[in-house]
T-cell receptor, first 116, second 111 residues
Framework: GAGVSQSPRYKVAKRGQDVALRCDPISGHVSLFWYQQALGQGPEFLTYFQNEAQLDKSGLPSDRFFAERPEGSVSTLKIQRTQQEDSAVYLC??????????????FGSGTQLSVL | QKEVEQDPGPLSVPEGAIVSLNCTYSNSAFQYFMWYRQYSRKGPELLMYTYSSGNKEDGRFTAQVDKSSKYISLFIRDSQPSDSATYLCATKGTGGFKTIFGAGTRLFVKA
């Protein structure tokens, strides 16, 4: 497909469980972003990659959150020891270069994480 | 105070109405402003962007920025049921790469 693909679409985890969320950006897109969207809220920035380099992780809520993009394409967001407050939709977005202010972000449909 | 403030609604209008969606922002250094549309269980998609102050029109949509009052607006003319979605205003942070979103306004257009 031509768009940003995220998997799984839905994830239910028991509190304390580790989860891994996958993002396949548009082929050739240099920049990749992770956002967290709580119910009824706008997306909140988590982290940003340019190729394989993680340039900003200031939005990660705690050290239980970890993201990687080892080969500059697919990215994984990992959450360790999940807590109920981690329940949200996790959105991945990519853009061609990330170098221009008005560059369009392309979003995936997100992974809805529910922690019980 | 959040960097971008937006009334979450919901806003319900009859088909054919003119819709006005609004946001305020806090940092006068912000230059680029965007409107994203998000359908239920989908990711946001870019509708329009504007730079600095002024208007930009695209079909039934008009985006307006007033930097003096730090106010951004989206107008939808001849609204359609297919316009029912959440509309997110957004801006680029001063770092240039991070997009900052408002909370989103849920819009319902009734046939």
């Amino acid at each position: 497909g031509a768009g940003v693909s995220q998997s799984p679409r839905y994830k239910v985890a028991k509190r304390g469980q580790d989860v891994a969320l996958r993002c396949d950006p548009i082929s050739g897109h240099v920049s990749l972003f992770w956002y967290q969207q709580a119910l009824g809220q706008g997306p909140e920035f988590l982290t940003y990659f340019q190729n394989e380099a993680q340039l900003d992780k200031s939005g990660l809520p705690s050290d239980r959150f970890f993201a990687e993009r080892p080969e500059g394409s697919v990215s994984t967001l990992k959450i360790q020891r999940t807590q109920q407050e981690d329940s949200a939709v996790y959105l991945c977005a990519s853009s061609l270069s990330g170098r221009t202010d008005h560059e369009k972000l392309f979003f995936g449909s997100g992974t809805q994480l529910s922690v019980l | 105070q959040k960097e971008v403030e937006q009334d979450p609604g919901p806003l319900s209008v009859p088909e054919g109405a003119i819709v006005s969606l609004n946001c305020t922002y806090s940092n006068s250094a912000f230059q680029y402003f965007m409107w994203y549309r998000q359908y239920s269980r989908k990711g946001p998609e870019l509708l329009m962007y504007t730079y600095s102050s002024g208007n930009k029109e695209d079909g039934r949509f008009t985006a307006q920025v007033d930097k003096s009052s730090k106010y951004i607006s989206l107008f939808i003319r001849d609204s359609q049921p297919s316009d029912s979605a959440t509309y997110l205003c957004a801006t680029k942070g001063t770092g240039g790469f991070k997009t900052i979103f408002g909370a989103g306004t849920r819009l319902f257009v009734k046939a």
